[in-house]
């Protein structure tokens, strides 16, 4: 009997071992056929079918803030960016991305998947848009440049730079942001806020006038407020290069002397349909901003100057000029005594005269 009982006991035990292994065969068999049955899901779901947008320009569309991804898949259905809604939820859902796809602008063109889709809406990879801001731009166009590039509203964008609550929160030590929206190529997305425009140009300004940049304007004297201003006046001026920083010299020996800066981009910053030809009338338009008839410097910038202007504020050339006249080329005559003045003036306006006889 103990020897029977023993037998029919390894018999169980190999039975249960024999059983226990065909199972586990099963189990991976199963395992393997349920991984294959996923991947091929994935596969089917995310990058099959594939959509073809023949449009030369691309499909735009645009999703809005706090859109479900239900929502979210019925624009893009709609649009034609996608085939099937359905297989677009569940490929996001199998990445585990369908409550982190990002509100904006896009563009979809070319062979598309659902892959495709949801990578771009789950990275933000919205419409980008390049635009370049000229220096010596005033803000108001600025405001009609961004206008055209990204459909800012005009009128908000000029409150908002007039904004004093805005100035101190930009930590700008003047009475609008003008002179402070640094001139620079920038790249922004398509349905970018105007506040987001201010912050990014009054950053890159800060970042162009640094450390070393304020404490020279410390060295000579001047607040940032006051180099920025002339710097735009100088910026106005100028349209040689070469002769930015002699410009800058002239206008800081007339501060130090206490003379009249009588700078003409001043004159054209207050009149209502410059830039142009100034009258005798406008030099006498009662404005802080008139330089010919208020010493020292306006109360802030009159444009939005760039680095190089900035720079002859800092680093001018050392002459001694405070006068000089318009050749009517781009180039200045300049003159250290009023003589001179009166003399290069006389000798432009008689060759303008006879421009204008042959003409």
């Not at 585990?96 to 949801?118: C, D, Q």
């Not at 000029?158 to 190529?185: A, H, K, Q, W």
């Not at 006498?284 to 680095?307: A, E, F, K, Q, V």
Request: glycine content about 6%.
């Amino acid at each position: 009997m103990r020897i029977g009982s023993k037998i029919n006991r390894n018999h169980l035990k190999s039975s249960v071992e024999r059983i226990l292994k065909n199972n586990r065969k099963l189990f991976l068999i199963a395992a393997a056929v349920f991984s294959c049955a996923v991947f091929l899901l994935y596969i089917i779901v995310l990058f099959i079918p594939v959509n073809r947008i023949d449009n030369p320009g691309g499909i735009e569309i645009v999703i809005k803030r706090g859109m479900s991804p239900g929502l979210i898949a019925d624009v893009l259905l709609k649009e034609g960016v996608i085939r099937n809604r359905s297989s677009f939820l569940l490929g996001a859902k199998l990445i585990g991305v369908s409550r982190k796809l990002k509100a904006g602008r896009y563009r979809f063109g070319g062979r598309v998947t659902n892959y495709f889709v949801i990578r771009k809406l789950f990275h933000g990879d919205v419409i980008k848009v390049w635009v370049t801001i000229p220096e010596g731009s005033r803000v108001s166009k600025i405001a009609e440049i961004l206008n055209k590039k990204f459909g800012i509203d005009i009128d908000y964008f000029m409150r908002l730079v007039n904004d004093t609550s805005l100035c101190n929160r930009f930590g700008i030590d003047g009475p609008n942001l003008e002179g402070y929206l640094y001139p620079d190529t920038y790249c922004f997305n398509i349905d970018v806020s105007s506040e987001t425009i201010l912050e990014t140009m009054v950053s890159r300004f800060k970042e162009i006038f640094c450390d070393s940049l304020r404490k020279r304007a410390e060295e000579m004297g001047f607040s940032v407020h006051e180099v920025v201003t002339l710097a735009s006046i100088v910026e106005g001026e100028a349209m040689l290069d070469s002769e930015r920083k002699t410009i800058a010299s002239l206008y800081l020996n007339r501060l130090k002397k206490n003379m009249l800066l009588q700078a003409d981009p001043t004159i054209q910053y207050i009149i209502k349909n410059g830039p142009r030809r100034l009258l005798e009338k406008d030099l006498m338009i009662d404005s802080p901003y008139n330089t010919y008839i208020h010493r020292g410097l306006p109360p802030g910038p009159i444009n939005n100057p760039g680095l190089a202007s900035i720079m002859a504020v800092l680093y001018p050339s050392k002459e001694d000029y405070l006068f000089m006249v318009a050749n009517g080329d781009g180039s200045h005559t300049f003159s250290k005594t009023i003589s001179d003045h009166i003399a290069a003036k006389r000798r432009f306006d008689r060759i303008r005269k006879e421009q204008n006889h042959q003409f």
